[in-house]
Antibody, heavy 112, light 112 residues
């Protein structure tokens, strides 16, 4: 069955770079896009970006200058990298396939 | 960016009651392919979101038919008939027609 699982650091220092991995199973990354979504504590959902099945990417315009999404299809992994982190980047980060399948999310705290 | 305005921000309901949530977009969500990519998600407390409705009115897999979605262009509604306890949580609309994809602010459904 389709599964997604996020992994990465729980705590990151301000000004550093966040690196998260979404490991998927049950489908091929060349056939489906994977989306990153985040949710700040007590707030709504924010679309961060997508890597499409063909490898192209689209990003949230507010994050575009700091964000990159890549993948390794042989390992069924999608990678999120975001630099120049600030405390308001503290959030639960989710990866999802088409909003139909979601990872459990990973809480990242940015410490000043 | 497309702005998604979701109302009301919160709803207090009794079990068995029917409710509606509105989502209005700042521009038409009809894609150049003719489809309208408007989704409804439910996030139960402490859980990852779950997709209820896709493309305005299509029920997601395993979603009870107490949920229904209607609308077109810029005006969309989610209706829940006969609310059950498992329906409590935060409802989100999200458009996937225009990049960047954008979420509404959420509607919190609580027990009266």
């Amino acid at each position: 069955q389709v599964q997604l699982k996020e992994s990465g650091p729980v705590l990151v220092q301000a000004s550093e770079t966040l690196s998260l991995t979404c490991t998927v199973s049950g489908f091929s990354l060349t056939n489906y896009g994977v989306i990153w979504v985040r949710q700040s504590p007590g707030k709504g959902l924010e679309w961060m970006g997508i890597i499409w099945g063909d490898g192209n990417t689209d990003y949230n315009s507010a994050l575009k200058s700091r964000l990159s999404i890549n993948r390794d299809t042989s390992k069924s992994q999608v990678f999120l990298k975001m630099n120049s982190l600030q405390t308001d980047d503290t959030a639960i980060y989710y990866c999802t396939r088409g909003f139909a399948y979601w990872g459990q999310g990973t809480l990242v705290t940015v410490s000043s | 960016d497309v702005v998604m305005t979701q109302t009301p921000p919160s709803l207090s309901v009794a079990i068995g009651q029917s409710v509606s949530i509105s989502c209005k977009s700042s521009q038409s969500l009809v894609h150049s392919d003719g489809k309208t990519y408007l989704n409804w998600l439910l996030q139960n407390p402490g859980q990852s979101p779950k997709r209820l409705i896709y493309q305005v009115s299509n029920l997601g897999s395993g979603v009870p038919d107490r949920f229904s979605g209607t609308g077109s262009e810029k005006d969309f509604t989610l209706k829940i008939s006969r609310v059950e306890a498992e329906d409590l949580g935060v409802y989100h609309c999200v458009q996937a027609t225009h990049v960047p994809w954008t979420f509404g602010g959420g509607t919190k459904l609580e027990l009266k």
